[in-house]
């Protein structure tokens, strides 16, 4: 039984790391995961306790995150014991144990993602015996806070058109694509506009991926302008015509299909502004494959066959992802690059990096996507969530999940508080994979009521397999 645990090197605070991840062994309803950290120079080194934390657990590993990519699951980390890492000596590595819910039986390998370090893809999973640590001390030391629901959590892939026409969310078992209400119609009209058959073309990819048919359920929404009578008949002749036009499009005869509308009663956002009355005019349309299998069968990731039409302008810098862009980060000159990303069980993971010569103080919400691509989740304002992988004209955005406090929680790094002179941050981001051999890494901007983001794009980033 493989037991050799997953190599991944990092900087933090200006020192080179290795961390050796794994294994994992599940006893007593928990799944415990062995990280040995090393300094490279081989000199003693002061960690600190901001490396894994998250929130107001700083001095845990609650950001850790256990994941299961080819069962797109992921658990969230329920030890509470303080770390209290100090100095790693030369001879002398720090080993921490999280600590997750029991992973199922037949499962021989997780991966783990570390926020200021990477993603361990492979980690094996052995039996206690052979783990080389002592399981029932790991689990008796972590301080186990029984509150947390641990999960496992379904993993959602998003992908938003660059004009916000459309957003495609993927789930486990289902796809929801929602369309603009403007695009689709003129103000009032159930009539369609001569841009409708382009967008509604997202669908039609969507639905031709499974071709034994399934459910499909197309729902009508509008704002709250005019009554509600009106708008609840409005929303209904919308999503008739909708689900009209599809028919006309693709050979509809293996969905079983349903056709509503939900007025003004179910806004995705609050209607207090004429952006947001814009975001609730829409069709939406949740197919429920029988056989969800087909769609991974047929495409490598979510959402993969969207893409078409070309990509927007630049906001930013814009440079090879391997040979990195010069940015600045509060006024102090530093630089980000991608080298390359990694294919692996239907998903596409690399580890964004950013240097800086000179000591910054990194802005609270500098890689967080801007608030209005935030209409549908509000994710950590340190989770590297901006960095968003662009194909055409559509934005693949980080892989999330909601946990047991209805919380989005990105699958992604943190970049937060002071770098010092000569640090390397390393970003994990997983993204869902977009099927192309090489990606676009887009970071839109748009500084808004939270601050700064940062704006950069990098090409030519290329896809190794795993």
Known sequence: MNSAPVVLKSVWKGEALTTRVGPAVVQGGYTVVKMEISVDSGERFLLGSSMFGDGLNINTLAAVKLISLRENVVYREVGRTPKGIGYIEPDSPAELFPVFGAVPDDMDSIELLLPTTGVALGVPVVDAPVAGFDVTAAIANAQIDESIHSGPFELNSLVV???????????DTSTTVNVSGDVLFATDSADLSDAADGVLALVVEQ???????????????????????????????????????LGELTDLSGWETTVSGKGESEPRVANDSDENRQLNRRVEIVLTPADSDEG??????????????????????????????????????????????TRYAGYLIGTVKIS???????????????DDLLFIRMWSSYATSGCTLLKGNSRHLVVDFINSDENSIVLAGYISGTMVANDVRSLPVVWPDTGEDTVTMDMIGEDDAFGQHLAVRLTDIPVVEA
């Open 356 to 370: 800086s010569e000179q000591e910054v103080s990194v802005p609270l919400f500098l890689m967080q996507i801007p």
């Open 161 to 171: 058109a660059a004009d916000r026409s459309s957003d495609t969310e993927k789930a």
């Open 207 to 245: 639905l031709e991926l499974y071709p034994s048919g399934g459910e499909l359920a197309v729902t009508g929404h509008t704002d709250d302008v005019n009554t509600d009578e009106h708008n609840q008949g409005l929303s209904e002749r919308r999503a008739k015509v909708v689900a009209d036009r």
């Open 296 to 341: 991974s069968a047929a495409t490598t990731g979510a959402g993969s066959a969207a893409g078409s039409g070309d990509m927007p302008e630049p906001v930013g810098p814009v440079g090879r992802g391997p040979d990195g862009v010069d940015i600045e980060i509060d006024g102090v000159p530093a630089r980000i690059s991608l080298d390359s990303v």
